[in-house]
């Protein structure tokens, strides 16, 4: 199926690039997760004004070859893949575009400061490198016992909300504008601080009926905590006690590999075919 | 059941305005929703200075409609109930006067800062609206976790409170009011910011006997918040675990329909009669 | 038995005092918990130096009403009890001396500060009259799995604490005394404000290593909280477990009689002796 | 097998140092957490400035003291035991060595601030003398539910950390450096003090769309502290429950005697050969 000396370059490219299971394959993804770990460094260290100043150059320099790396990387991308507008419009492609691209807007326009946050987005490609999919199998238990407790974590969260903005009000009116509680949106801010216990102490009540109402909050925000603790805990107990005679013959070990066409994972062993597109996956 | 056409078209008011069922209810609703929303955002922007100048008008103009909306919603209300009475004495009747006459009564005195308040009462009409009782239902084994654990928590709270006492007089003996603790109640307070693990630090400990007390405090509360959480967790993997052999027949689909005499909620699917106040319910 | 009428009147005023099951008895209760808080809402108030200058003399003489109240109370303990040594040695009798004399001896030696702490002692009287245990009956199941945890507790606070003068040691030297770090002691009192998740910020680290190693400790902080929550909850999901079959013959109600020679309390209904000193109990 | 006297003489004192099982075991393992508990005092009495100034002459002469103590008793662990290589460099050997030698390089080269640390590093020695083994025995199943739960734990801190460098980029972005954000690292430290609800409040934000972010990262951090302690509790309680039908047959009761030639501990009481190096027992 790959008679065309091209096609079969191209292939083996794409099991370089898409793949961890053949040493080339990991060796890349290796190669891969050290330059986006010297990348994110490197955004972290410019943003150190001495450290910027000293070493301005090395850090330029650096980031050049991380972008060039980047973007070669993105351009094999697209031309190993079957369907490259899928690759170029799915989540990743858009994160692998825009993690490469501030290097050369800044060629154009000089150093804007708000495109660092583009290349922070470097991060997220870890995910992809290390297919987290496989270490979060283990905890795939906890996942679905999120999901099962999401709509009373959704309508506890909602009445947090309410006691915040509803509480916020009462303590702009009490406390004033001299405590630092300048409007009725700071105070609702300085009630959510207050309320998941981090307290900041930028803003405190001064006068005693908003200190004795600051109790409250605080000792409710300490009661509450409970809920989501217990919701989490119950489920995530329940689905432990569910899920044991698990049958062995049931379990199926996914592997890696990603179908050239359309870019699916987590295909099983020795299938022969996508479950998602049909295309033939090379073994 | 409704020959007189008068009644007829307030029956036909009645059903748009309680119930959620029909889509002019539904349109109704939301629209309602809307306004809510819309008005706290206002009552927000309204306390913050800088956009208050610069806004006036707009947010003056912005109430007043609101009010307006707000004041007929509330007539058809009155209206509309075959027991005015007790929708105006209702807990949601007093907050639907409430969060409309602020306006008024600025018209009268001028704006009273803390007529704000009341208007942020709107908020609680939000609960109506989304008829809450639906979608806690998802949740009701949480809200009866947290009934059976009530006397527990109140028990522990108690406790939490004369432990603040205690500990809140010892530090005023020990730091005394060079800093900031001024008096018992406010050592009180300090200590309350202290267990629930909030720390303001706009009052903290100088001395070295205040330190290690305050480093007791901490630590007491830390091992303590596992309390509330240990017994809403236990309760409510219990509740789960007996809960689980529910025979469907034994679950009943409530509709958000209200008895248009006692505004009784939650009818049985297919009730005739209100099983509050035997009034015949309209179907 | 009482047949001298001495004997009867004390064994009459015995009744009124030690018990809350007669209707003398229950108003002599609710008359001493009014008397306990407003004697603690006094010591509140004195504290505050601008309500003090105001309201001196109201203070001083409401003091003095309630010291002659809780003296004349103490007496009447002595009196009615069958062995008054007893008493006096008791955890309550030392209480209930020490809440007594502050103001004597202020009238003695002038109004000595330390004093107040004395007083606020009389918090803990609450508790007697409350006679807490009938409430925490219902709370048993927790405090009996606080007591099955109470070893793997300790190892937990105990590792904590080693945690914490280490990672102490290490921020004063990283730090030193220029951040606030002045000494170790305070380091390590900086280190449980941090793992604790209270974060007073009146010290925080301003060195890039002291900061990195403060988000350490953070997250430890974060991550380890799970632990005593964890053993709390689980020992008491485990309890209720295990307590489910109870056999209603076994449950057994405990009224808050106590015994007139050894000040037991808890006896079974219908009890007729004393199950701690075989003293008859009177019916 | 003790035919020389020389023998006899090392295996008593080896008994002595090693085991907690005789008399004089006990004796010299309360002397020596005696000793290390003073010698940590000490430490950090000295590095209180006023009280170093007052006291400096006691202060180094108890150092002194301590230092000779602890050498003495490292010299005799070297003699005693067979195999000392194997002692001088396992765990405890290098902190006894480690703990011994600051006050030795303080005569060569004046007291330098930093080995202060290594005495710190004493009381990592108090683990052996309480053989805390022992006492985490109650909480074998808490040890071994945070064992199985260490993988997720782990992809949950690593999930944290990740959403800390991202809100951490944002918040540098949108703050900027004059409200103390001054690079990403320092908003990655921020994000961290945050969301584990610690809140030092050194740096907090002060622009609008700051304060929004903050809220939710705050609200964020304060729900998914329910994830840790959810899976330790919930592994908890499973262990707990499969662990309950434990026949007392299997449990094995294990001593504190320690091999005299590989010093591995724990054996089973009457065990003759150590588990570990097969070495003879001294019974």
Redesign the interface.
């Known amino acids: 199926m790959s008679n065309k000396p091209e096609q079969s370059w191209k292939r083996k490219l794409h099991d370089i690039i898409y793949e961890a299971e053949t040493p080339e394959g990991k060796l890349f993804d290796v190669i891969l997760l050290i330059a986006i770990i010297a990348s ?1 460094i490197l ?2 260290l410019e ?3 001495s450290f910027d100043d000293k070493f301005h150059n090395f850090l330029n320099i650096s980031e050049w070859i991380i972008t060039i790396l980047f973007s070669i990387e993105y351009i094999a991308r697209i031309i190993t893949v079957k369907k490259p507008i899928k690759y170029i419009t799915s989540f990743y492609g858009i994160i692998d575009f825009l993690s490469t691209i501030p290097k050369y807007i800044s060629l154009l326009f000089g150093g804007i ?2 495109l ?2 583009l290349r ?2 470097r ?2 490609r ?1 995910f992809r490198i290390l297919k ?1 999919a496989r ?2 199998g ?2 795939n238990m ?1 996942t679905s ?2 999901k099962a407790s999401k ?3 959704s ?3 909602f009445a ?1 909300l ?1 006691l915040c ?2 509480f916020g ?2 303590m ?2 009490i406390e004033g504008e001299e405590s630092g509680f ?5 105070s ?2 300085w009630c ?11 803003i ?1 009540p001064v006068t ?1 009926v908003g ?2 109402i ?2 409250l909050i ?2 409710l ?3 509450i ?14 689905r ?2 569910n899920d044991k005679p698990v049958n062995p013959e049931d379990t199926v070990h996914l592997n890696s590999q990603s179908c050239s066409s359309c870019l699916a994972e987590n295909h099983k062993d020795h299938a022969e075919y996508c479950y998602s597109c049909g295309e033939k996956l090379s073994v």
Not at 182 to 186: G, H, N, Q, Y
Not at 192 to 202: A, C, M, Q, Y
């Open positions: 994110i955004v972290m943003s150190i004004k400061h708000a660092a946050a922070a987005l991060l997220l870890v987290l270490y979060l283990a905890s906890l016992a999120l709509a009373k974590i309508v506890f969260l947090v309410i903005i509803i009000t009462l702009y009116l300048t409007s009725i949106p700071v609702v801010y959510i601080v207050t309320l998941t216990t981090v307290g900041f102490g930028d405190a005693a200190q004795f600051a109790a605080m000792i925000g300490y009661g905590i409970a809920v989501p603790t217990g919701i989490v805990s119950a489920e995530y107990t329940n432990h006690k």
